[in-house]
């Protein structure tokens, strides 16, 4: 019945949006003083925020960002953190008390641009707001074609995640609603390939996010290191850390030694703590938590890894790559788009622990030969800098 329920739901959700769409009005530069985005997110660390703000700020003729939170915005020149009351709060929870202010704050400022990351529900409401408001709409997908695979059923979204299996109608419809954007920005070729082969008329735009090289640079190749291995993300389902983990009990066979960092947090993290005590390996496994200084527990360690079921493009792998250090990855999403195998890392076809740990294995031996992965790793990370990244929101926001 779940299903049927919300399939009613986005059936009238669509019928409002074309009732509205009939009567925009698109507004211009001129009908301001100024060029302001407005946006709003769900995010479980600021690192991901950040990456993702500091190039659209820094684009040129865009005077200000206006991010609509529940959780504390990190500074950020020409972003201003705009937060829901707290009685609003109170009454209906962080996110639709967000939404709501979201609406509000849009309806009243009128900005140039309308900004949502990820569909549901976030890229829905923005695209209906700006077409009220006659703002131009900018799509997010952060998630890849998972955010409307199947309904969204495998989202972390609390509406369309409780969908016990896919549901292809409700697909449909979703996919149907990206019509009504007027920029859709992608993070790699899955999802842009998704898109357009289910005919998605609206402008799509690979741009991932943009790292700043202060925060993200290499040190000497023979600098002492930590630990082996690094795994930076979301402790959840689908990043797979328990096969991580199972890899470095298969690794530990031959190399005693063996350490990896895990850096982050997520409801999976005390089964992972447990997991990982009855393989033996509490000497070989620290878990950080999660930590704002990332790239400099990055430049303590000597191999990114992750093994994942399903990515975008990683932003912890980009940021390993500027920090020097090679990846080994699954070869799911979009991370081939970075990653080419021998050349910067390792791309794991099959993702099982065991080709994980030969992989590793092979990795350390590399390393200790020389220094090309390291300088192959930085060169593929250069175009995605802040300034270059920057440069293509530019011209993304011109075109709209």
Known sequence: MYKYFLRFFVTGYIWVLKIVSRSERKKSIADGNESVLLATATFYSENWLTTHLLPIS????LNKVVMVASDKVPYIEKVEAVYPPRFLTLFFG?????????SWVAIKTKPEFICGFHLLLNGMVSVLIAKI?????????GGGPREVLGGGYSTENRIFGRLREPDYVLERKLISVLDYFDLIVVMGTSAKDYFVKNSVKTRISSLTGGFDKNDYFPIGYNDKKEFDLIFVGRLSEIKRVDR???????????LPTISLVIVGDGPDKMQLEGISRNYGLEENICFAGWKKDIGVWLRKSRIFILTSDSEGVSQAMIQALMCGLPCIVSDV?????????????YLINEKTPEEFAESIVETLD??????KLMTNAIDSANKYSVDEVSKSWQKELNSI
């Open 333 to 345: 999403g979009d991370l081939k788009d970075v990653i080419v195998t021998g050349y910067n890392g």
């Open 366 to 371: 590399n390393y200790k030969n020389g220094d």
């Open 94 to 102: 962080n996110v639709a008390s967000r939404l709501l202010y979201f």
């Open 58 to 61: 820094r684009s040129k003729g």
């Open 133 to 141: 408001t006659g703002a131009k709409s900018i799509y997010i997908c």
């Open 244 to 254: 991580l983990i199972h890899a470095i009990q298969i690794v530990q066979a031959r």
